[in-house]
């Protein structure tokens, strides 16, 4: 679908557009699914959608890309390699790329780094997004340099963000990831799970640029970091099971990130100091990790 000014993007003067291009076809299921998130994550933007396949020509002459908060670019380097047709016949049989196919990937990533740097050059360019996607073999060599090449870039442009073929596959959980099918109708070479992976993770890192960072977290005990009533069962009695643990690995990271924890809890402060003395080794969170603690039953 090629770009066009109509009622979508004459947004709101607050609003705020992101730009999007891929290397093949953006199919309702991907845009649908960026939109189900913005609305879910109270974002209000607007989707500028560029020409088919011009990612490489939006970050050299932009126009979705211009006027734009943030910019979205997928890239399937599959796509790099085919010279299609009416049919667009394509490698979803999982064949491992041949040497001629994984040189012409490789001249085209760093065709791709170059205007990624030409685009970022100034320090008033939009933020990018580039969504990676996974290749049609996990022994694809030039898809794992291309990863590799990517995440090194971001490391020097601030303003930079990849989405790895690791992460997409692992939001698939065993799920088929392409559609020969609809590949060859339409060039679109995933399936409707993929795209929505690839939507998810796309508005994830929307999310970590438009919405404010929380710098504080007060925190209830019981049935929270850990399950039972403290003041019930005991020390002894309270319970730390996965769902626990994993909760107080997120906290600590945030914590080790310079976020603030606090605790709120109805109970008595020497049965929470209790399961902090008694069961430290069993705790992931220890309570120097704690700025404040307000306990007590008023």
Known sequence: MAFDESAEVQAKSETRLIGLAATFTCSKILLSGLKFWL????????????????????????????????????????DWTQQRDDQHEAPCDGNKPTPQEETVVMEHIRLLIGSIKSALASPSASPLIVVLCPGNSESDSSMAMAAEMLLSLQLELSSLYI????????????????????????????????????????????YHLFCPRVKVFALDCDNTLWGNAVGEVGSQGIVLEESHLALQRLLLQHHQAGAILCLCSRNEKQDVEAVFRDRSQDMLLQWPHFASARISHR
Do not use: W
Request: charged share 20%; with cysteine.
């Open 39 to 78: 609305r879910g994550l109270g974002i209000d933007g607007g989707i500028k959608e560029a020409g088919y396949a011009q990612v490489l020509q939006e970050l050299n002459s932009p126009v979705a890309f211009r006027g734009t908060a943030v910019n979205i670019a997928i890239v399937n380097v599959a």
């Open 163 to 206: 989405v790895t073929p690791e992460e997409l596959r692992g939001r698939m959980q065993g799920v088929e990831i392409f559609d020969p099918v609809s590949h060859r109708i339409g060039h679109i070479p995933f399936t409707e799970e993929m795209l929505c992976a690839i939507a998810t993770a796309g508005a994830r890192r929307l």
